[in-house]
Every structure is written in C-alpha cells, then in structure tokens.
C-alpha cells in the first residue's frame, strides 16, 4: 500500500511540474511580440499662428481600443513650442511601437501644467480647463491596426483655435487636436514672387480648412496634412499687393501637390 502510495505521489509531482513549466511557456510567449503584428507611430505637427510661441507641455497618450484605454509609451514628451512643427517640420511622438491587432476608435493627448503663450514679445501663463488630467479628445475617424500593418498617424495641433483670450486678459488653452493617417492625406506647396507679396496660404473647400503662414524670406510654402480633393488657394496679401485666388488645386492621397511659383500683384 505504501509503495502504491508512493508512486501515486510521485505520479502526482510530475504533473504538476508539467503543469508549471507549461505556464512558463505560456507567459513566455505572451510577453514576447509574435512577427506580424501592426507597428503604430505618432507625430505632431501645427498649423502656424500669429503668436510669438506656444509652449505646451505634452505628458502622454491614451488609445481606445475597444476594450478599454490603453496608454501609449512616447518617445519625446516634455515642453515645446508648437510652432516650431509648421512648414513640414514635425515631432515624433511615438516611434515604431509594436501593437497587438486592434481598432483605435479614440485618441486623447494629456498635456501638463507648464504652458505659456508669447505675443509680441510678453510670455503669458496658459491656463487650461479641469479636464485636462484626463486629456484631450483628438477628432479622428477609428482606425483599425491589422497583423503586418505599418501605421503613422499625424496629430495637427491647430494652435490659432486653441489659444483663447479671455475677458480679463488672461490666456486659455482649449487644444483642438486632430488626426489623421499619413496615407490618407496630402500637401500643397509651392512658392510666391514677389517674396514680400502675401504672408499667408489657404486652402478650402465644402468641407475642410487648412492654411499655413508663407516664410518671408524666400516666399516658400508648404501645407500639410490636407484631405484629397479639390481646393481653392487663397493668398492673403501683404500691404501694397491684392490678394490671389487659384481655383482647381487637386490634392491627391499621399502625394504633394506642386503649385510652382504664384505670381502675387
């Protein structure tokens, strides 16, 4: 009986350490990244304003997959002056991180306590709502991440809505913030002559708005992030000039539309 006993315990000890290592296994593979999976990253950029500087501090990132938020790892928070991203320059905010396949139906950017805002030379505090611990919400269409899928999605922080006066003479930020697959939009640039003839580009049509300030050194312009479809350019003067008006601009997916150098009278 003892010895029948016996084997029954050790018949017992060699499941269990079957068991056991088995777990192993399992928590080993699921902490590891199986090849395929979607790769997703970030990056911000501004449409520019006729503020001196906007420094905002960026803390973090959240997603909305469905089954709850989930926070992103960021490659470059801190303090920044948003209109150092206008032109074709962008910060990444998020570099190559490996997802596991989902749909991100929501996006919400957290943002700290030490902002500023510099008009004419004068920096000012930047108060933001109670809301902001929470973060705010970015306006983009859910996106799904599918196995083998390479994403980058560009954040436009428009900082000429998001900077607000109040009554009292004090600043408050109120981001609007949204975003968009870099495989779902286009750009527009080109150039103006003479150079000092407009400040300011814009580009609309039934639905959409996007605009950038013209560099008043070499009359260059570039406007980012523009939904495909037709467009009408307008070209705010500069004292001394009219203003110029270019129906017809197409905007393709992914491709940057070349207006050549725009003659302003």
Same mark, same amino acid.
């Given at each position: 009986?003892?010895?029948?006993?016996?084997? #029954?315990?050790?018949?017992?000890?060699?499941?269990?350490?079957?068991?056991?290592? /088995?777990?192993?296994?399992?928590?080993? !593979?699921?902490?590891?990244?199986?090849?395929?999976?979607?790769? =997703?990253?970030?990056?911000?950029? !501004?449409? +520019? /304003?006729?503020?001196?500087?906007?420094?905002? @501090? #960026?803390?973090?990132?959240?997603?909305?997959?469905?089954?709850?938020?989930?926070?992103? @790892?960021?490659?470059?928070?801190?303090?920044?002056?948003?209109?150092? =991203?206008?032109?074709?320059?962008?910060?990444?905010?998020?570099? !190559?991180?490996?997802?596991?396949?989902? %749909?991100?139906?929501?996006?919400?950017?957290?943002?700290?306590?030490?902002?500023?805002?510099?008009?004419?030379?004068?920096?000012? @505090?930047? &108060? &933001?709502?109670?809301?902001?611990? /929470?973060?705010?919400?970015?306006?983009?269409? /859910?996106?799904?991440?599918?196995?083998?899928?390479?994403?980058?999605?560009?954040?436009? =922080?428009?900082?000429?809505?998001?900077?607000?006066? %109040?009554?009292?003479?004090?600043?408050?930020?109120?981001?609007?913030?949204?975003?968009?697959?870099?495989?779902?939009?286009?750009?527009?640039?080109? %150039?103006?002559?003479?150079? @000092?003839?407009?400040?300011?580009?814009?580009? %609309?049509?039934?639905? !959409?708005?996007?605009?950038?300030? #013209?560099?008043?050194?070499?009359?260059? =312009?570039?406007?980012?992030?523009?939904? +495909?479809?037709?467009?009408?350019?307008?070209?705010?003067?500069?004292?001394?000039?009219?203003?110029?008006?270019?129906?017809?601009?197409?905007?393709?997916?992914?491709?940057?539309?070349?207006?050549?150098?725009?003659?302003?009278?």
């Amino acid at each position: 009986m003892k010895k029948r006993n016996a084997l #029954i315990s050790l018949a017992a000890l060699a499941v269990f350490a079957l068991f056991m290592l /088995s777990q192993q296994g399992c928590e080993k !593979d699921n902490n590891t990244n199986p090849p395929g999976n979607p790769v =997703f990253s970030v990056k911000l950029i !501004d449409a +520019p /304003s006729a503020y001196d500087a906007v420094n905002v @501090e #960026i803390v973090g990132m959240e997603a909305n997959i469905g089954t709850g938020w989930i926070t992103l @790892e960021m490659d470059n928070s801190g303090v920044y002056n948003l209109l150092s =991203f206008t032109n074709g320059n962008s910060l990444a905010l998020i570099n !190559d991180v490996v997802m596991t396949p989902c %749909t991100i139906s929501e996006l919400r950017l957290i943002l700290g306590t030490n902002n500023t805002v510099v008009v004419d030379g004068v920096s000012h @505090e930047l &108060t &933001t709502p109670s809301g902001q611990t /929470s973060g705010y919400k970015v306006k983009m269409d /859910s996106q799904q991440l599918i196995a083998g899928g390479v994403y980058y999605l560009v954040l436009d =922080f428009n900082t000429q809505k998001s900077v607000h006066v %109040t009554g009292n003479g004090k600043y408050m930020l109120k981001p609007v913030v949204s975003g968009c697959m870099e495989t779902s939009i286009g750009s527009i640039a080109g %150039t103006i002559s003479p150079i @000092e003839g407009a400040y300011y580009v814009e580009a %609309t049509n039934a639905t !959409d708005t996007s605009g950038t300030y #013209i560099n008043q050194t070499n009359g260059q =312009f570039l406007i980012p992030a523009v939904m +495909p479809g037709i467009y009408q350019v307008k070209f705010v003067q500069n004292a001394g000039h009219l203003e110029k008006i270019v129906p017809g601009v197409v905007v393709i997916v992914g491709q940057t539309t070349q207006m050549g150098t725009i003659p302003i009278e």
